[in-house]
């Protein structure tokens, strides 16, 4: 007799189908939830039926979608990263009041307002002290971008470990769902759980998942196995010559390269955006240097010439061509124009020197010993240049005419830019963002900013010169208020691009999202209505006991 299987069959299943309503009742605003239904299938032994039974649990997905999802999941979160460190940056360059740009333009202001009146000592430290906080800002916003940088580093560490877990998480939950099916059991759970981890992955490095048969999920990434069935991959991160980040595949020992997700959107602004921007923040402060400092180099101040001056910049060896002795300017073939002056009579001597491709910091201290009142030596500890007068003697690089006249005034006095690229007599002293200051005996005594070309009172045509570079093409064809200028603009232009793509990618992910959702998100309605069918199923199958039962006992009764 088949009823009693056949009632209790339908109780059993019924029971089954209403526990798994209510689960999809429960989660049905859980984030990664996928809804499940019972396929049921009539039970038959031999010939005759015994009931029903089920057949399988469906676990609704939309691979396409998923895929979709997972790609854009990873654009999205590059966008995100890389705009935040913009911003960040943005706020660093500081472009408004008390910014580069503001200091910069109070200096040569400073500049315009002492070519009016060049002896005037309260405006010369107004000189210094401008240039003093423009060096200062320098060193500010490049010491903030470095610490940016190594923010996004620990940041890249992070993101590297929390890839590696996810990546072991996934695998182990591989093995389980492997197991558990192989014995027979359903693992939409955990199913659900390893698609949450892979979503979590997918933002932070670009991946592809492919499904073996056995159920686990291979995940690949870059070219590289992230998660091969049960065995995750650990990517190791080292720091190279050059100062780049790189992440390694231990299995081949190959560098990888992310196309997005957070890691790869963070390695990009460390590796190349940040070191771009502080690049550029470097060539504007090393063409101020320059510049200004090769106009200082070659006037003088209101105590005269020089009596002695010595070098900041260093040349790696004493022996070399200056263009391969690591000075931070470069040299040029051309003549430095040295005037030597008799501070007894007054009597000037001008005397020019020649500068080569070949010449060295030992040629250039011999060729000044053989000008007449100098002595000039190499400091063998430091490879700087250090020039004295002799008793008696003062020198400048003015290119003033000899005394009496007799060689002429030179309009360039050093056409070889070889006073600044050994750091002699500059109002600045270092090479980039990071190292600029204003050299200390200038603020010691601001008689020694070289307002004049000729020595002579109230002259100011040196500040002139000076005023001059604020308007000079200096990188390329922009001044360096332009290209400071142009640091910022390009940040704005990169970020309103990110953000539209942000934007963009936001609103494709939702649309995908509310497409994946209608396919696998459980629809609270639809669940009351299987609801009451399982429930009235229930019912009625107890019905139907209660009544075979009622009918056995007479049989028994009669008998």
Do not use: C, W
């Amino acid at each position: 007799m088949n009823a009693i299987p056949i009632g209790t069959s339908a109780l059993q299943v019924g029971q089954r189908a209403l526990d798994l309503i209510g689960q999809n009742i429960a989660n049905a605003v859980t984030p990664g939830y996928h809804r499940q239904r019972v396929d049921l299938v009539n039970s038959i032994t031999g010939a005759d039926g015994t009931g029903v039974d089920i057949a399988s649990i469906t676990r609704f997905t939309a691979a396409p979608l998923r895929t979709a999802i997972i790609s854009s999941n990873a654009d999205q979160a590059s966008f995100t990263v890389q705009i935040d460190t913009r911003r960040q940056i943005e706020t660093t360059l500081a472009t408004g009041q008390g910014g580069i740009g503001d200091r910069l333009e109070n200096f040569f202001n400073q500049v315009e307002e002492l070519t009016g009146r060049p002896d005037s000592l309260a405006s010369r430290r107004a000189i210094l002290t401008s240039a003093s906080d423009l060096a200062a800002q320098f060193k500010a916003t490049a010491g903030d971008t470095d610490r940016l940088r190594a923010d996004v580093g620990n940041r890249i560490a992070k993101t590297v470990a929390e890839v590696n877990d996810l990546a072991s998480k996934i695998a182990e939950l591989n093995n389980r769902i492997l197991v558990t099916e192989n014995r027979g059991f359903t693992t939409n759970e955990l199913r659900d759980q390893r698609d949450r981890l892979i979503d979590d992955l997918s933002q932070r490095i670009d991946i592809r998942t492919v499904e073996a048969p056995s159920g686990e999920i291979n995940v690949i990434a870059s070219g590289a196995a992230v998660v091969v069935g049960q065995f995750a991959n650990t990517f190791t991160l080292t720091q190279d010559a050059n100062d780049q980040i790189v992440i390694t595949d231990p299995g081949t020992s190959q560098p990888l390269t992310f196309r997005a997700g957070t890691l790869g959107g963070l390695l990009q602004d460390f590796n190349t955006n940040i070191p771009a921007i502080r690049d550029r923040l470097d060539t504007v402060a090393s063409e101020l240097i320059r510049r200004v400092n090769q106009i200082q180099a070659t006037g003088l101040g209101t105590s005269g010439p020089l009596t002695s001056a010595t070098g900041t910049n260093s040349a790696s060896a004493s022996n070399v061509a200056f263009n391969s002795a690591n000075l931070p300017f470069a040299v040029q073939p051309g003549a430095l124009t040295v005037s030597v002056t008799d501070t007894a009579t007054g009597n000037r001597t001008t005397t020019q020197i020649s500068i080569t491709a070949a010449t060295t910091l030992d040629d250039l201290a011999t060729a000044l010993n053989g000008v007449a009142g100098l002595q000039a030596s190499v400091d063998p500890t430091s490879n700087t240049l250090q020039i004295q007068g002799q008793p008696g003697f003062a020198f400048d690089f003015a290119g003033r005419d000899s005394n009496p006249p007799g060689s002429g005034v030179v309009a360039n006095p050093d056409t070889s830019g070889v006073l600044v690229a050994l750091g002699l007599n500059g109002l600045f002293t270092g090479t980039d963002a990071t190292s600029i200051t204003v050299r200390q005996a200038i603020v010691a005594d601001p008689g020694l900013l070289a307002t004049s070309r000729t020595g002579q009172a109230g002259d100011g045509t040196n500040l002139e010169r000076l005023g001059a570079v604020r308007d000079a093409q200096a990188i390329g064809t922009r001044t360096l208020f332009e290209d400071f200028a142009d640091i910022a603009a390009t940040l704005g232009s990169e970020i309103n691009s990110l953000d539209d793509k942000q934007t963009t990618q936001g609103a494709a992910i939702r649309e995908l999202s509310n497409q994946e959702l209608a396919v696998t998100g459980v629809d609270s309605n639809e669940e009351l209505l299987h609801l009451l069918d399982y429930q009235r199923l229930v019912q009625s199958a107890s019905k139907y006991l209660s009544v075979v039962n009622t009918a056995i006992d007479s049989i028994l009764a009669i008998i």
